[in-house]
């Protein structure tokens, strides 16, 4: 049995194109078949998760079973019912497979824990959203099998975009008519093509050919003031490049599969890299997480805090919020110290964004404005990510502390 | 008092600049709102008006400029 | 409709159309010269891209570079190393590595496939390290990473029906890396068989052939490591310009002495202190190897697939057995007494095949500076390998005479005891 990596070697493209052709037929003459859909991603799901990863497969159907109770118990309790108590504790028991996944490495050593698939967190995501927008009453017709389709779409169910329910259900449930769902066909040929070029040849150039060199020249470079070198700084950049290609390239096949199927998943990067401050770089980069964080995380937050007026000026409440969301972001990511001091560090730059913009905004007059500067800006912010990036490659962990 | 100007009002205090000029420009591409700021709103819609918006409601598109934000409201008030 | 269909999709189908034409045709696409910078930066890459191709040890073995099969040995360039010794005293032949940490004979078979016509009626050194006769035999995960799709491919459209390639096939099917294609493992069931492909099959390997020779064509140059290359040029600047043994040897001797001290093996410091000194501390390794055994290894039927493969091709080799260091043998308790029987056992299987060119420098753990580290040669050891080496490749040889046997695939001779070698032979 063969598992493969998703959008991994052309053999994958292929049987995609062939898996989707009858649904893309289906589809331009106005029908959706639920069973042939199913049966697709069922497919994908085996080659994904089959094989020699049979494990991950275990793994991700109880993980599902698990989820799927949690959020149809909740759906039905929320019927007739509102508790806050309840709902924190269904919100945390949703939540506890991918805590115990992100910190088992940190306390065994390294050893990934088996409750582990690729793509759980994403998939957590998913149902903690579900669930929340239950309690808030703007999710009401909670549906088994929707879930599950929404759950296990697998065009992105290894590494998002995170779809929300209602978004998804909704198109989902209908048919593009005919000009539309062209349209759609034509953005997703030229996602699938522009993805190829982000993945195969640019991430492959920065991160396959160049990125060992320069950690190679970068270890060999230590000694100096904090063991920085021209070549750590070049790793910089080129991991910078590398990471949005990689994972730039793999959402625009993500959302191109998507969009052949006649689901317009949302995007999840929109050109990062011009922009002018690290509030507007959340807007542009890993869109669906980062709005999945404002939405669950940041504005619920700062909801309770000023409801409950625990800070008295909705300065602190913004800026405390804000290095709360990044901390957990950072956590998220995995339980070590540079993906921690990477949230700690968005926080922070968030913070003094902030307070930039509203020093800016009471001096108008006084603070120039003009296509220097914007450039400046946009130069600055790029930088600024990059070294954050610098943090979260890990690579200071093995320059500092690799004997 | 009718919400409309309650709205305005309400956002004009929030964001310091005068919104009623420009109604149908996006607050949020301007930078004149941001998320913080829209939590404010909610809260202020919740405390003046009586009106609950909760978050999951709050789907930025739907609220980017103040005409959108008065008929949000007035449809659920 | 048909016509928006059409512009979706047209640039899509002929793109697929022209990149399935050039990579299936079995037309060279002028890829064919490789520059002699390219050929030498290769030729001591050790990349495994290298190994696992096809095009530049083509060109590189055509323009006189002579394969040197081995495995991690390879990498410990000093000044005494074959490929610093034969460019600083422009000898007629430049040593073409083969082999890197984790290859064994397996894999140098897989190797040879596709260097047919630069093996046959030539000269080739093969090292031959007793580690790899472990009872285990080649790791699966080593072999996968050096597994080449191209070479297996490009045996299995010459292969033929006899006991060598019917074991080659079967011991392929033992690896994961055989599963890495559908098609290709159904073809080497059939070959474990004794069975003949089916037409479809032929015609499955063939273009997948072209189409891995292709890619091997076009992307195999890209990325050449340069690093061993600037190594080699580095040490050749360290020796004097004429050519003298004993001078060497002496410079040998100091090197080594310049570069070990730190601790008792003799070991080069910067290998002992790189990971080793932290697990001596630890006293985990005394006597560690006291229970090793190199003579029982399904490793003695690869080896003999390699040997098979030679005779095949009437291809001259010398043979290199290499010591172990011996104040580390002594202290990791590693038997002598099974070392000396190794020593017989693939003595035995060589010469009663005869492949008598052998240079067995099995008893010269001892000498000083000797080897680099704990098993592989260095200084006054390489410099001892090419004593030999050199002359055998420059000179002219006699045309040697090869008789080999199946027995070396049985089960049998894989466990035989080396002390039970002259009831052994007397029995066959």
């Known amino acids: 049995m063969l598992t493969f990596e998703p959008y991994g070697n052309p053999t994958y493209f292929a049987l995609l194109g062939v898996a989707l052709l009858p649904l893309m037929i289906g589809l331009l003459y106005g029908k959706r078949s639920r069973l042939y859909e199913t049966l697709v991603s069922i497919f994908f799901l085996v080659l994904t998760f089959g094989g020699s990863k049979w494990t991950q497969g275990v793994a991700l159907i109880i993980y599902i079973l698990y989820e799927v109770v949690l959020t149809w118990g909740y759906a039905v309790y929320r019927r007739n019912h509102n508790s806050g108590p309840l709902f924190y504790l269904m919100v945390i028991l949703a939540i506890a497979p991918l805590t115990i996944v992100k910190v088992t490495p940190a306390v065994e050593n390294g050893q990934a824990s088996l409750i582990g698939f ?30 599950l389709q929404f759950m296990l779409f697998f065009p992105t169910i290894s590494s998002g975009p995170i779809d929300r329910y209602r978004r998804f259900e909704a198109d989902y449930r209908s048919v593009p008519d005919r000009d539309k769902y062209l349209g759609m066909l034509q953005k997703g040929i030229r996602y699938l093509f522009v993805g190829f070029m982000y993945k195969f040849i640019l991430a492959y150039y920065f991160g396959t ?16 003031f904090l063991d920085i070198s021209w070549p750590l700084i070049g790793y910089m950049y080129c991991y910078s490049a590398d990471l949005f290609f990689d994972f730039a390239g793999y959402s625009l096949f993500a959302v191109g599969t998507s969009y052949i199927m006649g689901i317009a998943t949302p995007m999840n990067f929109n050109q990062p890299w011009r922009s002018p401050n690290i509030k507007d770089f959340w807007n542009r980069w890993h869109i669906t997480l980062s709005f999945w964080f404002r939405d669950f995380i940041y504005m619920r937050l700062v ?11 909705p300065t602190t409440t913004a800026n405390v919020t804000y290095i709360i969301n990044m901390l957990i972001m950072g956590f998220w990511h995995g339980v070590t110290w540079y993906y921690i001091t990477y949230g700690l560090f968005h926080g922070v730059a968030l913070v003094v964004n902030d307070t930039w913009l ?13 296509k220097f500067t914007q450039v400046f800006a946009i130069f600055l912010t790029a930088n600024l990510v990059c070294f954050s990036f610098l943090i979260f490659s890990g690579i200071l962990d093995k320059i500092w502390f690799l004997k | 008092m009718d919400i409309k100007a309650t709205v305005l009002d309400i956002l004009n205090d929030l964001t310091g600049n005068d919104v009623s000029g420009a109604m149908d420009d996006n607050l949020f591409d301007s930078g004149i709102m941001d998320s913080m700021a829209s939590v404010q709103l909610l809260l202020s819609l919740q ?20 005409n959108k934000i008065i008929a949000k409201v007035e449809a659920l008030a | 409709m048909a016509k928006r269909l059409l512009r979706i999709f047209g640039p899509l189908i002929l793109a697929a159309i022209l990149v399935f034409a050039v990579l299936a045709s079995p037309v060279t696409f002028g890829f064919k010269h490789i520059s002699t910078t390219r050929e030498r930066q290769a030729a001591v890459s050790l990349s495994p891209n290298v190994l696992r191709g096809k095009h530049i040890k083509e060109a590189a073995l055509s323009d006189g570079y002579v394969p040197f099969f081995g495995s991690s040995e390879w990498s410990r360039i000093d000044p005494m190393h074959p490929s610093v010794l034969a460019q600083k005293y422009h000898r007629d032949y430049r040593p073409f590595l083969l082999g890197a940490r984790g290859t064994q004979s397996l894999t140098q078979f897989f190797v040879m496939q596709n260097i047919q016509g630069e093996l046959r009626n030539k000269k080739a050194v093969f090292f031959v390290s007793p580690q790899w006769f472990v009872k285990g035999g080649t790791r699966k995960d080593a072999f996968g990473f050096y597994y080449s799709q191209l070479q297996t491919a490009e045996w299995l459209t010459h292969y033929r029906h006899d006991a060598i390639d019917q074991y080659a096939a079967k011991r392929l099917l033992q690896m994961p890396a055989a599963k890495s294609d559908h098609f290709i493992y159904a073809a080497l069931q059939r070959v474990a068989a004794g069975k003949s492909l089916t037409k479809d099959q032929r015609f499955y390997l063939q273009t997948r052939k072209n189409m891995l020779t292709q890619e091997d064509q076009f992307f195999s140059g890209i990325n050449l490591p340069s690093q061993n290359l600037s190594r080699v040029n580095r040490q050749a600047k360290k ?3 004429q050519y003298s043994y004993s001078a060497l040897d002496r410079l040998g001797g100091q090197l080594g002495k310049q570069a070990t001290g730190n601790n008792p093996f003799q070991i080069s410091d910067k290998f002992y202190n790189h990971g080793l000194k932290q697990e001596i501390k630890t006293g985990n390794l005394k006597d560690f ?16 697939l390699c040997l098979d493969q030679f005779a095949r091709l009437h291809t001259d080799v010398l043979f290199i057995i290499p010591p172990i260091n011996q104040r580390w043998q002594k202290y990791t308790g590693l038997s002598e007494t099974m070392l000396k029987q190794f020593d017989q056992k693939i003595h035995y299987q060589l010469q009663s095949q005869g492949f008598n060119n052998i240079v067995d420098l099995s008893d010269k753990g001892n000498v ?55 009831q052994y032979e007397n029995n066959k």
């Open chain 2, 47 to 66: 405390s003046e008006l009586g009106v609950n918006v909760p978050v999951s409601e709050f789907e930025r598109s739907e609220w980017d400029t103040p």
């Open chain 1, 358 to 370: 509203r020093y800016k905004k009471k001096h108008r007059q006084s603070i120039p404005h003009n």
């Open chain 1, 209 to 224: 050919i160049l990125m060992p060199k320069l950690q190679l020249m970068a270890m060999h470079s230590r000694g100096g």
């Open chain 3, 368 to 422: 000083p500076y000797f080897m680099t580290d704990t098993i592989h040669p260095g200084w006054r050891g390489w410099l001892a390998i090419d004593k030999r080496v050199d002359p055998f490749l420059t000179k002219k040889q006699a045309q040697p005479r090869y008789h080999t046997s199946d027995k070396f695939y049985e089960k049998q001779w894989q466990q035989l005891e080396p002390s039970q070698l002259s």
């Open chain 1, 118 to 147: 690729l793509g759980v967190s994403y998939l957590t995501f998913r149902a903690v959203q579900t669930m929340m927008e239950t309690r808030d009453g703007t999710l009401k017709n909670y549906n088994i099998m929707t879930f």
């Open chain 1, 303 to 313: 909801f309770w805090f000023m409801k409950h007026k625990v800070f008295k000026k």
């Open chain 3, 239 to 241: 020796l004097p310009t």
């Open chain 3, 289 to 304: 190897q006291k229970n090793l055994s190199y003579l029982q290894s399904p490793e003695y039927s690869d080896f003999q």
